[in-house]
């Protein structure tokens, strides 16, 4: 581990959402890395011991919580955990989501449009809800994890449904960035290009050939590093110094991680 993160945030307590896979897991890896202890939450149950275990086995701390970020008991219980085993909580992580159904307007059914919304947004709102009263005794960061679409890619045909949620993230997180400042917390955006994820596994594509527009690119479509996907390690590095004291003077911005991808196809 790099001398930077090393001990950066001992003493911290982190939520990390979405925690099982991808993003979210190299995040609560890296937090924990940096001395926070870390509350890994996520659907699965399993997923959630698995991460836990693979952060104690490299000597950090870490809580096991299973939830479903769209149901308010749930996500209730697992802060009302974190509060109980250490009193306190300093970071947020919002990252749970899904992409869902990306398909014609008149082909995505309500209860598509209801389910990622009920994810990626609502699921966002309470993370931060029933994090804010731990949070205002002493301040802290709540970093939520958005997207490129919806933000400044617009071309990826069918996903209205989920660049709408991530663009809904977007406008709570700078409303939440006044809000809460007076409380000490910062509040700030990643918004991720294509990343080495398994996201994709909750996308389901219906007759997109039907609304999709040409978009030429040149060789590769990631500029800055000739069409290779970025990892979720350097999204969590960016989420670590959103979190850390490094950035005690940064709140209610929206920092674009995709090797210039959106510039490109916006």
């Known amino acids: ?22 993003i979210g897991k190299a995040t609560a890896q890296l937090l924990a890395e940096s001395g926070a202890r870390v509350g890994v939450l996520t659907r699965s149950a399993n997923e959630a011991e698995e991460v836990c275990r693979e952060i104690q086995a490299a000597g950090g701390e870490a809580l096991a919580l299973a939830a479903d970020v769209s149901n308010e008991d749930a996500v209730a219980r697992s802060v009302s955990a974190i509060e109980t085993a250490w009193g306190r909580l300093d970071i947020v992580v919002a990252n749970a989501g899904v992409n869902g159904l990306w398909a014609p307007i008149e082909k995505i059914g309500e209860s598509d449009w209801d389910q990622t919304h009920a994810i990626n947004l609502k699921g966002t709102f309470l993370s931060v809800k029933h994090a804010v009263p731990l949070l205002k005794r002493a301040g802290g960061a709540i970093v939520i994890v958005s997207s490129v679409n919806g933000t400044r890619i617009f071309s990826n045909a069918g996903a209205s449904a989920y660049a709408t949620s991530k663009a809904g993230q977007l406008a709570f997180a700078r409303m939440m960035a006044l809000e809460l400042a007076k409380h000490r917390i910062r509040v700030n955006t990643v918004c991720p290009g294509s990343i080495e994820t398994r996201i994709s596994e909750n996308t389901t594509r219906k007759d997109l050939d039907e609304i999709r527009e040409p978009v030429v690119f040149p060789e590769g479509h990631i500029p800055l590093t000739d069409g290779e996907p970025g990892t979720s390690r350097q999204v969590a590095e960016l989420i670590w110094f959103l979190s850390s004291p490094l950035a005690a003077h940064v709140t209610g911005a929206e920092v674009f991680i995709d090797g210039a991808e959106s510039l490109l196809q916006g």
């Open 1 to 22: 581990m790099s001398v930077v993160f090393s001990n950066s945030l001992t003493g911290k307590i982190a939520l990390v959402t979405g925690a099982g896979s991808g």
